[in-house]
Nanobody, 118 residues
Framework: QVQLVESGGGLVQPGGSLRLSCAAS????????MGWYRQAPGKQRELVAV???????NYADSVGARFTISRDNAKNTVYLQMNSLKAEDTAVYYC????????????WGQGTQVTVSS
């Protein structure tokens, strides 16, 4: 059974930082590109950041250099370090696993809420 379990969300003030984690089980982690998506109320889910199985990264323009995605293949975990958080970063953040070759194999976590508010 495949599981992606996110953690690390919560309430933070503008300008603050959070680190999200996503622990994967039931997959050969090193064979997957991992991503973070988010969905704000009334909006579509959007890509935040992605890291390939080789470690290359890509980010949405809206997060730029404020966010950093990383992975630890030994721990089957992907991270999202979020700095200089803004109110518009408020959303449910979802972890995504996409097989690097069989692109139709995609898994999602249950999401973790991030709220940026004073």
């Amino acid at each position: 059974q495949v599981q992606l379990v996110e953690s690390g969300g919560g309430l933070v003030q503008p300008g603050g930082s959070l680190r999200l984690s996503c622990a994967a089980s039931g997959i050969i982690f090193r064979n997957y590109a991992m991503g973070w998506y988010r969905q704000a109320p009334g909006k579509q889910r959007e890509l935040v950041a992605v890291i390939t199985k080789e470690g290359s990264t890509n980010y949405a323009d809206s997060v730029g250099a404020r966010f950093t995605i990383s992975r630890d293949n030994a721990k089957n975990t992907v991270y999202l370090q979020m700095n200089s958080l803004k109110a518009e970063d408020t959303a449910v953040y979802y972890c995504n696993a996409n097989h690097a070759i069989r692109l139709n194999i995609i898994y999602w976590g249950q999401g973790t809420q991030v709220t940026v508010s004073s």
